[in-house]
């Protein structure tokens, strides 16, 4: 069964505004990471974002930021002020407490911001 | 500037030919991983190195083995290279097995006629 799930296969917004991804996890662990990662067109795939799972705060770096609902197993990724250069496939990843050997990722989210 | 290398960027091999990706990382990092890239799939790890010579399978081994003699180099090596291992391989690294965050190569896309 897939761990990490984003059903979103695509979201095209317009520049300036926000947007929100989907994510969500299924683990059985009191204790795990959740993670946001951004592959740019060139194939670069670069670190956003992390939540801890026994950190009630929502995460929030730059125009990033994090909506953790834990009773719902969910994980969004809210980016404010959208950029023509925040267009990307976005990922989401889960790292359980009982196994830092592996990083589940989601399929991945294509956004296209338009201008 | 933190940085993970992959050489070659792309690679044509006919099926039953080995293929050797590098990868290689200036951050004195104790783990480093291989992963491929499917469309609609995601990522999906092959192998874990956690040091030099100390390696472990992954999701996906069948088919792949690496080596790890430096710390800061990392191989993935397909023998007798089949079609359905056409994809786009990333290597990735961290400080330790604890840490969190990986940092991610450029990745290689491999074609296997």
């Known amino acids: 069964a897939q761990k990490v799930t984003q059903t979103q296969t695509s979201i095209s917004v317009m520049e300036k505004t926000t947007v929100t991804m989907d994510c969500v996890y299924e683990t059985q662990d009191s204790s795990y990471f959740l993670f946001w990662y951004k592959q740019t067109a060139s194939g670069e795939i670069v670190f956003l974002i992390r939540q801890d799972s026994y950190k009630k705060e929502n995460a929030t770096v730059g125009h990033y930021s994090l909506n953790f609902q834990k009773p719902k197993s969910s994980i969004g990724l809210i980016i404010t002020a959208t950029q023509i250069e925040d267009s990307a496939v976005y990922f989401c990843a889960m790292r359980e407490g009982s196994n830092y050997n592996v990083l589940y990722f989601g399929s991945g989210t294509k956004l296209t911001v338009e201008p | 500037d933190m940085k993970v290398t992959q050489m070659p960027r792309y690679l044509i091999k006919r099926m039953g030919e080995n293929v050797l990706l590098e990868c290689g990382q200036d951050?004195?990092?104790?783990?480093m991983y291989w992963y491929r890239q499917d469309p609609g799939l995601g990522l999906q790890l092959i192998y874990i190195s956690y040091d030099v010579d100390s390696n472990s399978e992954g999701d996906i081994p069948k088919g792949y083995r690496v080596s790890r003699k430096k710390r800061e180099h990392f191989s993935l090596i397909l023998d007798s290279a089949k079609t359905n291992q056409t994809s786009v391989y990333f290597c990735?690294?961290?400080?330790?097995?604890?840490?969190?965050?990986?940092?991610f190569g450029p990745g290689t896309r491999l074609t296997v006629l």
């Open positions: 951050m004195s990092h104790e783990t």
């Open positions: 990735a690294s961290s400080w330790d097995r604890g840490t969190l965050e990986q940092y």
